[in-house]
């Protein structure tokens, strides 16, 4: 690892990232499976459409536990707006979609991802409670049931494309962004682009970590 390299992540924010991550896509991949007539070939890899099922509800009860402590360890830092600056980074769009000259600089999360996490937080949460009760659609009336059918496949609209748009800002879209959600380091001119004020803030706090050199004061930013 290089020298001057800066703590983006601590271990336990990764591994949620990933639980989350991976329980949230073998939803949506079983989920497919039993939406549409096409992608049933998916339960037939499983076994049929019988064990799809229950692939599809155990991993849901996995996405639970992950969302509760993504919701837990995110929501002061991607939850909550801050202003001014995340209204001015608004209405420039963050500088992704036209030419900005000056993108204002914002904090741990940028309001894009804050969206993203709502969108996770508050959607997410609606997958849990309509797919628990489709779980056990006897113990409910057939009206409730029939909406939460509807709700889940609402919810489903909503976080299956805004994952592409993470995927690929995440990766290819604004390269540097991966090594924050795999070793955890990412370079400080990755940072002061991203995520100006909180290298800012980290910095005049004395809380930034930075590799190669000795630790000053703690090392967790939550
Ligand atoms: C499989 C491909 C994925 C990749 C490559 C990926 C990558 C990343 C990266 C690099 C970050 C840190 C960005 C930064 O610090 O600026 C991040 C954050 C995050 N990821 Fe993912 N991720 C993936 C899947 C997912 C999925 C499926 C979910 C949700 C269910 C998710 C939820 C989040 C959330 C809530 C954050 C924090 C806020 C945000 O950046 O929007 N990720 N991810």
């Known amino acids: 690892m290089k020298k001057g390299l800066i703590k983006a992540t601590d271990a336990f924010e990764r591994i949620v990232h990933w ?39 155990f991993t849901g009860l996995w996405f639970l536990v992950s969302l509760y402590f993504a919701i837990r360890m995110w929501w002061k830092e991607a939850g909550v707006f801050s202003m001014p600056e995340d209204l001015e980074w608004i209405k420039v769009a963050g500088g992704y979609l036209w030419h900005v000259d000056k993108v204002p600089e914002v904090g741990k999360y940028n309001p894009g991802q804050k969206m993203f996490f709502l969108a996770v937080a508050i959607f997410g949460s609606l997958m849990v409670v ?70 800012k803030e980290m910095e005049e706090k004395g809380e930034l970590v930075v590799f190669g050199e000795e630790e000053k004061g703690s090392t967790s930013h939550h």
């Open 19 to 57: 639980n989350l991550a991976i329980s949230c896509l073998i939803l949506c991949i079983t989920g497919l499976g039993m939406m549409f007539h096409s992608f049933n070939f998916i339960g037939t890899l499983m076994g049929g459409l019988k064990s799809l099922k229950y692939v599809h509800n």
């Open 130 to 199: 309509t797919g628990l009760i489709m779980w056990f659609p006897l113990l409910f009336p057939p009206g409730l049931v029939r909406l939460m059918y509807m709700l889940h496949a609402l919810g489903f609209a909503v976080i299956f494309p805004f994952f592409f748009v993470h995927l690929y800002l995440g990766t290819i879209g604004s390269p540097g962004s991966l090594s924050a959600m795999t070793t955890g380091w990412v370079t400080r001119a990755w940072l002061k682009k991203q995520h100006g004020k909180w290298l």
